[in-house]
């Protein structure tokens, strides 16, 4: 089967977009994942074809036979990118290889087929392109990008389908977390796990996020933001949150996060922040950090700051952090000066106003 070409979409404009005003009215609030563009692209995969029937057109509600495997098996993959206005008017993508990559990856461990990197892009362009009126006005707005992937074979034996849809929705997005607080107050789950070793902890499936959803309510019960998880074997070692991965700083001028392991996904916000980091003299590595670690050197001054980070929410300081054996503040409780930093380098890259010096950004209009 031959890889099918990013470039061979049909398009059919919608026939009923929606009017400016409306659309105009929800772009100064638009919340995140809320709201959703007029278009969308869809892709079939059959066993003996490969991928055929590339589109862009009308989004609308999808038709699936009540046997379809991912309602029963849950073979369903998906990433989260983001396109942005830059300075000059035009629209961008910020390294959407890696996010096409770790699809492929994803797909590789739910035994989904493998999309060409190429066709994945193209896709992702053409969605951006067709609803470029979507552009949130507001500050740090974005057009949230959701392509996925599900077994669209109606059949009810446990082995991989013989049919898939590959889709891309688009949503207007202003800020991730509700609250507006200046940092994030986390919950230490201690009942339950993300993933275990030889899980799919790395893979970016509606699964892992399906387990997360009872420890979040726990931790939203207790009054935090966001939920954190430790790992399977020894329930010590700091993995990730419900969706972002961690990083520590000490007054040293070191910075560290979480190995990935395969439990732990590997975010691009993570790499790229990694790369920003050093640059800004600090020592950066990955190793294990426990719980009683991350208490008792927030408690003598050690660590002087911790944030999340992700393609939703960007960098997100952590200011507080409880669970069921104590609580503690880190710094002052709010956004620590590298942690700004870091986010605004990598916002500024992001939306053309810092040199990309890396080649991350991909100009597509």
Not at 28 to 53: C, L, Q, R, T, Y
Not at 97 to 120: C, G, I, K, Q
Not at 151 to 172: H, N, Q, T, W
Request: include cysteine; proline fraction near 6%.
């Amino acid at each position: 089967m031959a890889d099918f070409p990013a470039a061979e979409f049909t398009r059919e404009q919608h026939p009923a977009p929606t009017a400016n005003a409306e659309r105009e009215a929800v772009l100064a609030n638009p919340g995140f994942g809320k709201v959703f563009s007029d278009h969308m692209v869809s892709i079939d995969w059959h066993e003996g074809i490969g991928w055929h029937n590339a589109q862009v057109g009308p989004r609308k509600p999808l038709v699936l036979d009540p046997a379809a495997a991912v309602l029963h098996y849950a073979q369903e993959i998906f990433e989260g990118l983001k396109a942005y206005r830059l300075a000059d008017g035009g629209i961008s993508l910020f390294r959407p290889d890696r996010n096409a990559h770790r699809f492929n990856s994803s797909a590789e461990r739910l035994a989904m087929p493998h999309l060409p990197e190429e066709t994945f892009i193209g896709a992702v362009r053409e969605l951006v392109l067709a609803d470029r009126d979507w552009f949130p006005n507001v500050e740090g707005g974005s057009l949230y990008l959701r392509p996925f992937m599900f077994a669209s074979e109606a059949f009810l034996g446990v082995r991989p389908a013989k049919e898939y849809k590959f889709l891309v929705i688009a949503s207007p997005a202003g800020n991730y977390f509700k609250s507006g607080a200046p940092a994030v107050s986390i919950w230490v789950s201690q009942d339950y796990n993300r993933a275990g070793p030889g899980g799919t902890g790395a893979a970016k499936c509606g699964g892992n996020y399906a387990a997360s959803l009872v420890p979040q309510a726990e931790a939203i019960a207790h009054g935090h933001d966001q939920v954190v998880f430790l790992d399977t074997a020894e329930r010590k070692w700091i993995e990730e949150l419900g969706g972002m991965n961690l990083f520590f700083v000490f007054d040293d001028g070191t910075m560290i996060t979480p190995p990935l392991g395969g439990t732990i996904l590997p975010g691009i916000t993570r790499d790229s922040l990694m790369t920003l980091a050093r640059e800004e003299g600090l020592s950066v590595h990955e190793q294990l950090y426990s719980i009683d670690q991350w208490r008792d050197d927030a408690r003598s001054g050690k660590l002087v700051e911790t944030f999340a980070c992700g393609t939703a929410a960007v960098v997100t300081p952590v200011g507080h952090v409880a669970g069921h054996d104590g609580e503690f503040t880190i710094g002052s409780g709010g956004p620590g000066q590298l942690t700004t930093k870091l986010r605004e380098k990598l916002v500024g890259i992001q939306r053309g106003t810092v040199p990309d010096t890396h080649g991350w950004v991909t100009r597509i209009a």
